[in-house]
């Protein structure tokens, strides 16, 4: 179980390292952030800073979560190049300072980390629906990269195992199927 424990870990924060670098890779090789929906990786943005303030906050172990500052990270680098190539990287400044505050705003009372992290199920699908929404209105993949999801989908997967071996947290349990590994770009 514990190796089962630590090839989990290790391959989900190898992965989450390079989760987003596709995506990142597409989106400068094609000089456009097209494909990309704005809504969704600002929810996903969202989903990912609930999550990695809650397990701060309640001190889980850090392999559990050291995937999503770098998750965060790469979305940040995502925002900026959406912003970049649709001409207005400074339109970008509300959205990092709002992401900045939320992370103060999650722990000036437990309920509403609490309520945050209840919610994180419905941020995750409506980042999701809201990626889908825009590919099907577009009708152009544009820079979406399938090695990101397939790499997505196996993240979530491991998170789910190492969550129901690491922690008893119903709540997490149920949070890192949906935000483990995000499917919206």
Same mark, same amino acid.
């Given at each position: 179980?514990?190796?089962?424990?630590? !090839? @989990?870990?290790?391959? +989900? *924060?190898?992965? @989450?390292?390079?989760?987003?670098?596709?995506?990142?890779?597409?989106?400068?090789?094609?000089?456009?952030?097209?494909?990309i929906s704005l809504p969704s990786l600002l929810l996903e943005l969202g989903g990912f800073l609930v999550f990695?303030?809650?397990?701060? $906050?309640?001190?889980?172990? /850090?392999?559990? $979560? %050291?995937?999503?500052?770098?998750?965060?990270?790469? #979305?940040?680098?995502?925002l900026l190049c959406v912003f970049h190539f649709n001409g207005d990287v400074k339109r970008a400044a509300p959205?990092?300072? /709002? @992401?900045?505050?939320?992370? !103060?705003?999650?722990?000036?009372?437990?309920?509403?980390? #609490?309520?945050?992290?209840?919610? @994180? +199920? !419905?941020?995750?699908?409506? &980042?999701? !629906?809201?990626?889908?929404?825009? %590919?099907?209105?577009?009708? #152009? &993949?544009?820079?979406?990269?399938?090695?990101?999801?397939? *790499?997505? =989908? $196996?993240? =979530?997967?491991?998170?789910?195992?190492? +969550?129901?071996?690491?922690?008893?947290?119903?709540?997490?349990?149920?949070?890192? $199927? &949906?935000?483990?590994?995000?499917? &919206?770009?």
């Amino acid at each position: 179980m514990e190796l089962l424990l630590g !090839f @989990c870990n290790w391959s +989900t *924060l190898g992965l @989450c390292a390079a989760l987003k670098l596709p995506q990142i890779s597409a989106v400068l090789g094609a000089r456009s952030a097209r494909g990309i929906s704005l809504p969704s990786l600002l929810l996903e943005l969202g989903g990912f800073l609930v999550f990695l303030r809650y397990q701060w $906050y309640y001190e889980y172990p /850090l392999l559990t $979560y %050291l995937e999503y500052p770098i998750l965060i990270a790469q #979305d940040l680098i995502l925002l900026l190049c959406v912003f970049h190539f649709n001409g207005d990287v400074k339109r970008a400044a509300p959205y990092i300072a /709002l @992401c900045v505050s939320a992370w !103060f705003i999650l722990t000036l009372q437990k309920w509403i980390l #609490d309520l945050a992290m209840n919610l @994180c +199920t !419905f941020i995750s699908a409506a &980042s999701k !629906f809201a990626q889908l929404q825009y %590919l099907w209105k577009a009708r #152009d &993949s544009g820079a979406v990269s399938a090695l990101t999801w397939g *790499l997505a =989908s $196996y993240t =979530s997967a491991t998170r789910i195992i190492t +969550t129901l071996m690491t922690t008893n947290d119903l709540t997490r349990k149920l949070k890192s $199927y &949906s935000t483990g590994g995000e499917l &919206s770009q």
